[in-house]
């Protein structure tokens, strides 16, 4: 007889399986969480608002549509006022209404209107070039069948992958002019008016882009993404023979790239117009377009630097990440993500800054005025060679002229005011740019204390009449002219000393100014200056008093990052380098990478990736900051106080503890501990949890996979516009977005958005040019805080970042940054500096270290500068801490980072630690720095609310999974052994009837 087969067997094993992946699932799911919370935008709260609750922020739309044209409308204005007119031969621009045009690159059906990363939005909605045209001009005014034939090509940029990226990745994939059939070069003459060509680069996070790599030198001209590569080339020389054949009449430039590109080719191949307009954003073209119409009048003036030769920078010799000559040996590693090998010790790789101050036009301007004057061994300095537009150059459609230029000295201030008269036909905006001069002086040269030729201090921006004058009066800080002395006086000086004021059409032109007042050798000079549009102002003491105390708090200041410098740092031991400096231009020019290894002390400084060494830094932070802390404070008291009364109380209030006290230390941990895109809800003082976003250029969930709010220009344009009122509307757009992305009470709660950044484009090369503003720190302070400002006129937090010298992606992770202090002082932290005292409530972390130290670890900056300097009362984040256990929790609360984007995981490093004197208060201080922020935003709309913390439905549904598929294993086993019991007994009765046959 054959032989039934058990059926419950293979349901049983399946469903043994199932409950086995979801037993797993509940641990490795709750080690995520946090992200799956934030990705999932998963309710973890009940929240029933106070019905009388007073309403602190409320959007100004009445409807969703009314919301989006304002967005549109805004992000359109920041490229009509932001976009650079280069060139403009015998008047190119504006064109005719009439003219047809033939666009030409890849890039012209497929521009860079975003970054990568946490930059990326989708721009789908928004216009095509080929629309954007037919709309300023007029339909059938483009070639379509160019148009198709580069859609169809299938050449298109690649970028470098977020995940573990690499400048390699990088391709530019122009179409060569071989693959142009001769049927589509006959359409050319047709639309012959313009031949309209597009420079896209893209940049984004987690890749700096290539800038000499010998594998890509196949792809790009010398591995150099910035540079045209032979397809470009080929591309411009068979124009310029059309050009000359008739073909064409004019061929006009768009440098889509807030990257800068290597200008060297712009006075070839018969170029007569170039525009630069950076990163699009949504709906940026529409106003590219209108300005190549004359609809718009280009006013837009440059934030960098733009040069014949990207390589010319003094910073370009040490731009990259370098292992540490003994990183082998010592076993360290790095790390491009949180997933990658080595991300539990990231302290393989190192970067000197062996420039100091002098980087962008600080550096092309200074050494310029010192070649013409004969001084500071600059060598026979061809300045042109290097720089094709200076620093705040850009043309317009008509012409400006100053006239009575005046400076008064108003004690703390200065009152600069001049004339501007509109002489051309045409309105127009001009952005008045003020510079000024500060003595170089013996005592400088003795303290190594570096000057730059001129530096930006003010600027206004008015639209002018044709035939109009405009006065315009712009107040300028004293502070702003001091210096930092690092090695002498430890703090701010202002020198005895001649010190120059001018205004400037762009920074060359007021070194020129200033140079025609010393009368300079004309001969010497590259253009020409007017010493009337100059004021001497003489000090006549040595001031080292004045400004070495914070006019914020008034605590004192001095010297905090003397680890971080390789000459006053004693761990360095024998590794000493030679900065840059303006006394010796030739002799101290960087001539390429330094070279360092790990001493001992570096390694216990902060290298180690020991949990040993770890502990003993912890020990010795105790002993450094806390020592007189000598009781943990007791909280998770019994109170009835709650968040909503405090929405008006100020920082320093005392009672501000006995609010925080009534939280368990168990909820403070998880505060600090999982704070990715989210805070969590304090039901002990009624305050809700909170949600965060990304990113740089507008609301995005984009690394989460969520939905998005309008998508602006890169930060470049934003600061090009010299509008700080426009760009507050922009901060206001981006506030708006998140108001609206509230889907109700209990689910989402807005807080806050990672942004704006704020670092230093040190270098063409950096991956997040787009996310940053400038080469100038004093701008990018000023531009910020206007973001800032908008962006908290709408109830949200903006989490300036990524503080501080994160100024490449190559090696982020961890990288020992090495500085002086002036430079940190009056490059990298100057963007910070204003942002925060212009109104940012909160900063995010830096991934990299100062000298060996995590700079959410290092105390100077997290403490001495932010707070006692600074005077900052909200919260400061990490970056992204998932799996980083060098980002340690101890070291960070100790130096006064609050929390921590990421999850706890395999990192809580503060469990047990509410007995600890030291901990349980930073930890508390943490806190109170959190809740206070949140009491500053919309979420306190809700009222004395009722919280609840619940758990969100995916875990609702794995653990009830989990239960049923356990119970149906379960019946599934039983049955399958009832079954086995029933067909053994079959069995045995059908061997017993044939045993009686």
Request: proline residues 4%; contains cysteine.
């Amino acid at each position: 007889m054959k032989k039934k087969r058990n059926h419950w067997k293979i349901p049983t094993a399946l469903l043994a399986v199932l409950t086995a992946v979801c037993i797993v699932a509940i641990p490795v799911t709750g080690y995520f969480q946090t992200m799956i919370n934030a990705a999932l935008d998963a309710e973890t709260q009940e929240v029933i608002p106070d019905p009388d609750a007073q309403i602190f922020y409320w959007t100004d739309y009445e409807t969703e549509e009314e919301l989006v044209a304002n967005d549109w409308a805004v992000c359109r204005q920041v490229t009509a006022e932001g976009a650079a007119l280069l060139v403009n031969r015998d008047n190119t621009l504006p064109l005719p209404q009439d003219t047809k045009f033939s666009c030409f690159s890849q890039s012209s059906v497929d521009p860079v209107k975003v970054g990568t990363g946490s930059a990326f939005m989708s721009t789908s909605e928004g216009d095509s070039l080929s629309s954007a045209l037919e709309s300023s001009f007029q339909p059938g005014c483009v070639n379509t069948e160019l148009w198709k034939f580069y859609i169809t090509s299938g050449y298109q940029r690649v970028n470098a992958d977020l995940t573990g990226g690499d400048p390699s990745q990088y391709r530019i994939n122009e179409v060569p002019w071989s693959e142009y059939p001769d049927t589509l070069k006959s359409t050319f003459s047709d639309y012959g008016d313009v031949a309209l060509v597009v420079l896209s680069r893209s940049s984004g996070e987690g890749a700096d882009l290539p800038s000499g790599l010998p594998e890509l030198e196949p792809y790009m001209t010398d591995g150099d993404y910035l540079q045209l590569c032979k397809e470009e080339v080929e591309m411009f020389e068979n124009l310029a023979t059309l050009k000359e054949q008739g073909v064409f009449k004019k061929i006009v430039v768009l440098l889509n790239s807030s990257s800068t590109l290597q200008l060297d080719f712009v006075d070839d191949y018969g170029i007569d117009a170039v525009l630069w307009v950076g990163n699009l954003g949504l709906n940026g073209l529409p106003a590219v377009t209108d300005i190549l119409a004359g609809k718009v009048n280009p006013s837009g003036r440059l934030v960098d630097t733009f040069l014949r030769d990207n390589h010319s920078s003094p910073a370009m010799a040490n731009y990259d990440a370098f292992p540490y000559t003994n990183a082998k040996e010592l076993g360290l590693a790095t790390a491009q993500n949180n997933n990658a090998p080595g991300i539990d010790k990231c302290n393989q790789d190192y970067v000197v800054y062996q420039e100091g101050i002098y980087v962008g036009y600080r550096y092309y301007e200074t050494r310029y005025e010192d070649y013409v004057l004969g001084q500071g061994n600059a060598g026979e300095y061809d300045y042109n060679a290097d720089v094709a537009f200076p620093f705040g150059y850009g043309l317009s459609y008509t012409t400006f002229e100053y006239s009575n230029f005046t400076v008064e000295d108003q004690g703390d201030t200065f009152l600069v005011g001049v004339d501007v008269t509109n002489t051309g036909a045409v309105d127009g905006k001009h952005t008045v740019q003020i510079y000024f001069q500060s003595p170089y002086t013996q005592y400088d040269k003795d303290n190594g204390v570096e000057k730059a030729s001129v530096e930006l201090c003010g600027f206004d921006k008015k639209e002018i009449a044709a035939g109009a004058t405009e006065h315009f009066e712009i107040t300028v800080e004293k502070e702003d002219l001091t210096s930092y002395d690092a090695n002498n006086a430890r703090t701010y000086i202002l020198e005895d000393g001649d010190y120059y004021f001018t205004v400037g059409s762009d920074a060359h032109n007021a070194v020129n100014n200033i140079l025609m007042a010393k009368g300079a050798d004309e001969s010497r000079m590259s253009g020409s200056g007017d010493a009337g549009l100059t004021y001497k102002w003489s000090n006549t003491s040595f001031d080292a008093e004045t400004y070495s105390v914070s006019p914020v708090t008034g605590n004192p200041i001095t010297n905090l990052f003397d680890n971080a410098d390789l000459n006053k740092y004693e761990g360095a031991e024998d590794q000493q380098i030679t900065y840059l400096t303006r006394n010796d231009w030739v002799g101290t020019f960087p001539q390429g990478p330094v070279s360092l290894r790990v001493t001992q002390a570096m390694w216990d400084d902060g290298l180690t990736h020991e949990e040993s060494g770890r502990a003993a830094l912890v020990e010795k932070y105790k002993e450094l900051y806390w020592s007189d802390v000598t009781e943990a404070p007791e909280v998770g008291v019994s109170g009835t106080l709650s968040a909503i009364d405090f929405v008006d109380v100020p920082a320093d209030d005392p009672t501000w503890l006995d609010l925080v006290d009534q939280i368990p230390y168990e909820s403070m941990l998880n505060l600090v501990y999982n704070g990715a895109y989210q805070t969590a809800a304090l039901p002990e003082i009624s305050l809700p949890g909170t949600r965060e976003s990304d990113g740089p250029t507008g609301f995005t969930k984009s690394l989460l996979g969520g939905s998005s709010g309008m998508a602006f220009t890169s930060e470049d344009v934003m600061a090009a516009t010299f509008n700080p009122e426009l760009v507050k509307e922009v901060g206001k757009c981006i506030g708006e977005d998140m108001l609206h992305a509230q889907s109700d009470n209990t689910v989402t709660l807005m807080a806050g958005i990672y942004a704006p950044g704020t670092n230093i484009h040190r270098t063409p090369y950096l991956g997040r040019h787009n996310e940053y503003y400038s080469e100038d720190g004093w701008l990018s302070g000023e531009i910020c805080a206007a973001e800032v400002q908008g962006i908290r006129d709408r109830g949200m937090l903006a989490f300036v970042k990524h503080f501080a010298l994160n100024d490449q992606e190559e090696g982020r992770y961890g990288i020992s940054t090495w500085s002086n202090e002036q430079a940190i002082r009056e490059l990298y932290l100057e963007g910070f500096e204003g942002a925060v005292r212009g109104g940012a409530m909160n900063v995010m972390s830096s991934f990299n270290r100062i000298g060996v130290v995590w700079a959410g670890a290092h105390h100077g900056l997290m403490t001495g500068i932010l707070r006692d300097e600074w005077g900052m009362e909200g919260a400061a984040i990490t970056d992204m801490s998932m799996n980083a256990s060098w980002m340690d929790y101890r070291l960070g609360v100790l130096a006064g980072q609050d929390y921590w984007c990421g999850q706890k995981g395999s990192m809580g490093t503060l469990d047990g630690s509410e007995d600890d004197p030291a901990i349980a208060t930073a930890v508390r201080n943490a806190v109170k720095h959190i809740v206070y922020g949140v009491t500053r935003t919309n979420v306190m709309n809700v009222g004395d609310a009722t919280v609840v913390s619940i758990t969100p439905w995916w875990q609702v549904t794995l653990y009830a999974s989990t239960g049923v598929l356990a119970i149906l294993t379960v019946l599934c086993a039983l049955m399958a052994v009832r079954t086995g019991k029933k067909e053994k007994s079959a069995a045995l009765d059908v061997s017993s009837k044939e045993e009686q046959k």
